[in-house]
């Protein structure tokens, strides 16, 4: 099995839209063991869809599956090249326009006559059903090549994936492939990969392993056909990196956070200054979080930090709104403001200004109070602010974890 994604889309080649439908995609085909082994992207021109279509033909994909271009405006060029490349007729679907037109009326829109051109439908290919849009799908079947045509919208493209692609796609898998994700932080790629480098070669034969570095964690991605050798690599790898794996699959550190914060029956707040509320945003992002997250305070001035959070005036004058001390205080006050069990202080120089020879940009204390201890810990970062920000709220995050652990 060969499958290939192939984009339209002229906004995604010039950068004004990222291309997340592809690489949502490829994270549901690997869910059924299934990898893409293409992706391409190209313009809003019926000739060049033509032309990718005609290369990954003779390339011998099995599965080809496109997304964009299905829409009513002139730029949807998608179904007049499939129809052009599949030799198809075009058959005007009077009942689905009929339905169209109710659809509309019911929102108490007028449907416009562009809209007549998503009633068409071909002689010689199928639909595909959309529930949540006007845009049907197209899927062709020639030489024992399927071909998909899907709309860009996310939303609806995602629905008919799932309804109608992945079940297609999993019954022509000719074996079935067990994939597991292990997600880790607080080691590199290269360390990780160091570590269990014997377990790699041991067994390589039988287990593919990909290493999926990002900027806050990195993940092992594992793939096998036996199940029972999958598990007992991945057993193998828990007893070398333990307290680095905070999850696998899709569960995020804030996922795993909880779960401990909620198992020890624990409640947090939080002083944040140089993350602007990001912490906060990450912990109420998992449903439940009213069971441990009480509130937090956005304390970006000094004054904020003096009389929302109890930041001692003398200690910002003595060590400056960045240090050690001022993160210390911001954890123990906002954890003494909440009545909390634990409290979180960060502050930072997140940049790209605002750096000095003694404290850069990306400079970063957090202080953890749990119970009666306090944690203080300096880190330093780079010198991207967005990156800044994302890598102290999940150093934060991490040690939280740590510390519950415990």
Not at 47 to 74: D, Q, R, S, W
Not at 104 to 111: D, E, L, Q, S
Request: charged share 25%; net charge positive.
């Amino acid at each position: 099995m060969k499958v290939a994604v192939l984009t339209i889309g002229d906004e995604i080649l010039t950068g004004f839209t990222l291309n997340t439908n592809a690489a949502w995609i490829g994270q549901q085909l690997l869910k059924i063991g299934v990898e893409v082994n293409t992706q391409l992207t190209t313009s809003d021109d019926r000739v060049e869809i033509i032309k990718y279509l005609n290369f990954l033909t003779k390339e011998k994909y099995t599965h080809i599956i496109v997304t964009g271009g299905l829409g009513p405006t002139h730029d949807d060029v998608t179904p007049s090249a499939f129809y052009e490349f599949f030799n198809a007729k075009q058959i005007f679907d009077e009942t689905y326009w009929e339905g169209l037109k109710t659809r509309f009326a019911k929102r108490n829109i007028t449907i416009p006559e562009k809209n007549r051109n998503q009633a068409i439908k071909p002689d010689n290919g199928n639909i595909i059903p959309n529930s949540l849009g006007s845009a049907r799908g197209l899927y062709f079947e020639r030489d024992g090549i399927k071909y998909f045509a899907l709309p860009g919208v996310p939303a609806e493209m995602k629905a008919m994936l799932e309804s109608t692609i992945i079940p297609l796609v999993q019954s022509d898998s000719e074996f079935a492939m067990f994939v597991k994700t292990i997600r880790t932080i607080g080691m590199g790629e290269s360390a990780i990969a160091e570590k269990i480098e014997h377990l790699i070669e041991k067994y390589k034969k039988r287990i593919k392993i990909a290493f999926l570095p990002q900027l806050s964690r990195v993940d092992i991605r594992l793939f096998s056909k036996d199940k029972n050798l999958l598990n007992q690599f991945v057993i193998e790898i828990e007893k070398i990196l333990t307290k680095n794996i905070y999850g696998y699959g899709e569960v995020t550190l804030e996922d795993a956070v909880a779960k401990l914060l909620i198992n020890n029956k624990m409640t947090i707040a939080t002083a944040e200054s140089c993350t602007g509320g990001l912490l906060a945003h990450r912990l109420t992002n998992v449903s439940g979080s009213s069971e441990y997250m009480l509130g937090g305070v956005v304390c970006y001035s000094n004054e904020v930090k003096i009389s929302k959070v109890g930041v001692n005036e003398k200690t910002l004058i003595t060590h400056g709104a960045v240090s050690e001390r001022t993160a210390g205080e911001m954890a123990c006050g906002i954890q003494k403001q909440f009545q909390s069990d634990i409290g979180i202080g960060i502050t930072g120089i997140a940049g790209p200004t605002g750096g000095t020879d003694e404290k850069p940009v990306g400079l970063v204390y957090i202080g953890l109070a749990l119970k009666e201890e306090l944690t203080v810990k300096r880190f330093l970062f780079l010198k991207d602010r967005k990156a800044n920000k994302l890598l102290s709220s999940q150093t934060a995050l991490n040690m939280l974890r740590l510390q519950l652990l415990k």
